[in-house]
């Protein structure tokens, strides 16, 4: 419930700054509009291209998305909710979240188009771009603490 209200919040603040009337048409005051939004999002038409290879096509983004997903494996969320206790549970953060970008590319060459492959290569460049400093700095505090 909480989320509906901040998407709410957001989307009017947002039409107040740029000077429209934002959401108000589904439900009372535009309370409904993220569930409208999100049951457009499941009955949306799933769309392949026709000269492209629909297995990498397809299967791209659920490698993005599952890596991110298991990357969560290791995070503690609490003292005693933890769901993967392991000893090298930061460099397998890394390592499995940096698989990501292998799966905007694969779905970028799925396409069979080259505007798709730019996009996927603009793509994970950007993620590997954040990943690398983020990386580095997990790992000076990880070796800042193992000696």
Same mark, same amino acid.
């Given at each position: 419930?909480?989320?509906?209200?901040?998407?709410?919040?957001?989307?009017?603040?947002?039409?107040?700054?740029?000077?429209?009337?934002?959401?108000?048409?589904?439900? *009372?005051? /535009?309370?409904?509009?993220? @569930? =409208? #939004?999100?049951?457009?999002?499941? $009955?949306?038409?799933?769309?392949?291209? !026709?000269?492209?290879?629909?297995?990498?096509?397809?299967?791209?983004?659920?490698?993005?998305?599952?890596?991110?997903?298991?990357?969560?494996?290791?995070? *503690?969320? /609490?003292?005693?909710?933890? @769901? =993967? #206790?392991?000893?090298?549970?930061? $460099?397998?953060?890394?390592?499995?979240? !940096?698989?990501?970008?292998?799966?905007?590319?694969?779905?970028?060459?799925?396409?069979?188009?080259?505007?798709?492959?730019?996009?996927?290569?603009?793509?994970?460049?950007?993620?590997?771009?954040?990943?690398?400093?983020?990386?580095?700095?997990?790992?000076?505090?990880?070796?800042?603490?193992?000696?």
């Amino acid at each position: 419930m909480g989320v509906l209200v901040i998407v709410w919040l957001e989307r009017e603040i947002s039409a107040g700054i740029q000077q429209r009337i934002g959401p108000e048409y589904a439900g *009372p005051l /535009g309370i409904l509009q993220a @569930l =409208a #939004d999100g049951t457009k999002l499941l $009955f949306k038409e799933n769309l392949l291209p !026709s000269r492209g290879d629909t297995r990498l096509f397809s299967i791209g983004p659920s490698i993005a998305v599952i890596s991110i997903l298991l990357s969560y494996l290791v995070i *503690p969320f /609490g003292y005693r909710l933890v @769901l =993967a #206790d392991l000893s090298i549970g930061v $460099f397998l953060w890394i390592a499995i979240s !940096s698989i990501a970008p292998v799966g905007l590319l694969m779905s970028g060459y799925g396409s069979n188009n080259k505007y798709s492959f730019l996009g996927g290569l603009r793509a994970a460049a950007q993620s590997i771009s954040y990943e690398i400093p983020l990386t580095l700095c997990v790992l000076s505090i990880s070796l800042r603490v193992i000696r």
